[in-house]
């Protein structure tokens, strides 16, 4: 009996370490992943998604939240090189809808919705990024700033295909970045991105083509950070 009590108390120190000092099992992501399709009728999810750590959908009123298949979400800081700053998050207002393409690779990030968020196939985002649809509160006059915009005001937002967005960048509303584009870290998004286009700063520029050959002769951005008069300009 000593001995069965003994590797029961060892089992247990393993399990307490394991959780302190390494990643959330994978039933975690599993059991989180049920539970809020149950609690969301609205959330539906594709063959072969994937959940590290736990997340959270909101829905107020009816509205649609779909993984598909493939999908990645990593809410788990010992499972990101970074570390994520939150969990995952998705909000959709009434009526409101947020689709993650097949194969999309999501960590700590927040998306609310208004109207829609839309972010395509094989589309990676590094952790800690931010994408609203919305202002979701009255900027002028300052006196109404606590009163919930109109739901006119939203504008849509739509991330293309393979898409690469950089640590900590927001994606502001009405925005629209083109397949194979790459955003900066710490970028603010405030207007569209076209295809093949690597855009940074705040609010993000686009500083080049993607697509095109980097050196002297293509203009290249020297290591005093200016992009050359012969690149491609804003």
Not at 216 to 233: I, K, L, M, N, Y
Request: proline share 6%; hydrophobic share 45%; glycine share 14%.
């Amino acid at each position: 009996m000593a001995g069965f009590m003994r590797r029961i108390r060892e089992g247990l120190g393993r399990a307490r370490i394991s959780l302190r000092l390494h990643k959330w099992p994978a039933w975690v992501g599993r059991l989180s992943l049920l539970y809020n399709r149950l609690l969301n009728p609205g959330f539906t999810v594709g063959a072969g998604a994937r959940v590290r750590g736990r997340f959270c959908v909101i829905m107020y009123g009816q509205g649609e939240v779909v993984f598909g298949a493939k999908a990645r979400l990593v809410s788990d800081y010992k499972r990101s090189t970074l570390g994520v700053g939150s969990r995952c998050k998705f909000v959709t207002f009434p009526g409101a809808r947020i689709i993650l393409g097949d194969g999309v690779l999501l960590a700590g990030t927040i998306i609310a919705a208004r109207k829609s968020v839309e972010i395509g196939d094989g589309t990676m985002m590094a952790p800690n990024v931010v994408i609203a649809d919305s202002d979701f509160h009255v900027v002028w006059p300052p006196e109404r700033r606590f009163d919930l915009a109109p739901i006119e005001e939203a504008e849509p937002v739509k991330i293309g295909r393979r898409v690469w967005i950089g640590y900590g960048a927001i994606i502001l509303k009405g925005v629209t970045i083109g397949d194979n584009a790459v955003i900066g870290a710490g970028s603010v998004v405030t207007r569209d991105v076209p295809a093949n286009m690597l855009a940074a700063g705040s609010p993000a520029r686009v500083i080049r083509r993607l697509d095109e050959p980097v050196g002297a002769d293509a203009g290249a951005v020297p290591a005093d950070g200016c992009p050359s008069s012969r690149g491609p300009q804003p």
